[in-house]
């Protein structure tokens, strides 16, 4: 397990170091229970994090990520129900060491005032990138 965990963490760092985007394959746990999975491209380089969905037909949100020496973190919001005015906004945790992820999701109802957070947490696991173009 640890010469799994520190091959990992070399893989990851050399690719920081050259530059090139890291994707990765994550999966959490929702609070009925169900796998919710979605991909992530990091590029520290720019800054920049696509999250895409494997679910809602592969949604994809580009937005800019925080790069700490323990986390990357990011979020984006989506606005659902027109006649309720809703906003959903997911906020994602990845740990550089152990690649686990929380994800933070809050759903506001303005029309009732009223919110509901739910804290779902998994893991991620890098995607190798086979044959670049």
Not at 39 to 51: A, N, P, Q, Y
């Amino acid at each position: 397990m640890k010469k799994a965990i520190l091959s990992l963490l070399i893989t990851s760092i050399s690719s920081f170091a050259y530059g090139e985007p890291i994707y990765l394959s994550c999966k959490v746990i929702d609070d009925e229970g169900a796998a919710r999975t979605y991909t992530v491209s990091l590029d520290k380089d720019t800054r920049k994090i696509t999250h895409t969905s494997t679910m809602e037909g592969g949604r994809a949100h580009n937005v800019e990520g925080f790069f700490s020496p323990e986390t990357i973190s990011y979020k984006y919001s989506v606005s659902r129900g027109l006649s309720l005015r809703m906003m959903q906004t997911n906020t994602y945790s990845i740990n550089r060491a152990d690649l686990s992820v929380v994800n933070e999701r809050r759903l506001e109802i303005f029309k009732t005032n009223q919110s509901h957070v739910d804290i779902r947490t998994g893991t991620c696991e890098i995607i190798k990138v086979k044959g670049k173009i």
